[in-house]
Structure formats: structure tokens, C-alpha cells
Nanobody, 121 residues
Framework: QVQLVESGGGLVQPGGSLRLSCAASGRIFEINAMAWYRQAPGKQRELVARISSGGSTNTTDSVKGRFTISRDNAKKTVYLQMNGLKPEDTAVYYC???????????????WGQGTQVTVSS
């Protein structure tokens, strides 16, 4: 099984910054794409940013220019640097990792436990 541990959430004032981390561990042979999603109260979970195994990234329009996703393959960790935070960024942030335990398995998606980000003055 794959375990994901997220960290870095918290309370920040508008315009502030936070850096989220998500470390994968367990029986992992290979990691494919890694991503961050978020879910605000009363809303559906949405994709925030995604990074491929080759390093290609895409981010949702509402965070372009403010959020940056990156990964450290040696540490099996994905990061989300969030700058210029706005109240509408308030949500629980979840990481998602596509991994497989051996070469003959297909990739499965795994979810972190979620970390709360609150942007408020």
C-alpha cells in the first residue's frame, strides 16, 4: 500500500504564502503523475495543479501565476507553493499520486488525508 502524508497548511492573511508538501511512502515501484486538489465547503473537489513524471505542469486558471507545483522524485514528494493567497483559496487541499507497487501492476491513484488552508484577515 501507499501512504501519503501532507503538511504545510494553516491560517494565513490575504496576500500571504504557504508551501504544501506531500510525501509518499510504502510499496512503491514507480510514481507517475502527482497532483493537488482542493475542496471548499459546499463545493466539489477540483484539480488545482498537476505535474507529470517528466515534469510537465498544468494549473487551473484561477491560480495561474500564483501557485507553482513541483516534485522531488528522490524524496517521492510533491510540493505546492502558494503565493498571493486570496480568501477564495480557502479549502482543504488534497494530494493525489499515481503509483504502482511493481512493473507488472497498473497505476492506481492514492489520496492524502487533506490539509486545511484558511486565508483570512
Amino acid at each position: 500500500q501507499v501512504q501519503l502524508v501532507e503538511s504545510g497548511g494553516g491560517l494565513v492573511q490575504p496576500g500571504g504564502s504557504l508551501r504544501l508538501s506531500c510525501a509518499a511512502s510504502g510499496r512503491i515501484f514507480e510514481i507517475n503523475a502527482m497532483a493537488w486538489y482542493r475542496q471548499a465547503p459546499g463545493k466539489q473537489r477540483e484539480l488545482v495543479a498537476r505535474i507529470s513524471s517528466g515534469g510537465s505542469t498544468n494549473t487551473t486558471d484561477s491560480v495561474k501565476g500564483r501557485f507553482t507545483i513541483s516534485r522531488d522524485n528522490a524524496k517521492k514528494t510533491v510540493y505546492l507553493q502558494m503565493n498571493g493567497l486570496k480568501p477564495e483559496d480557502t479549502a482543504v487541499y488534497y494530494c493525489n499520486v499515481e503509483a504502482r507497487p511493481a512493473w507488472y501492476y497498473s497505476f492506481n491513484g492514492y489520496w492524502g488525508q487533506g490539509t486545511q488552508v484558511t486565508v483570512s484577515s
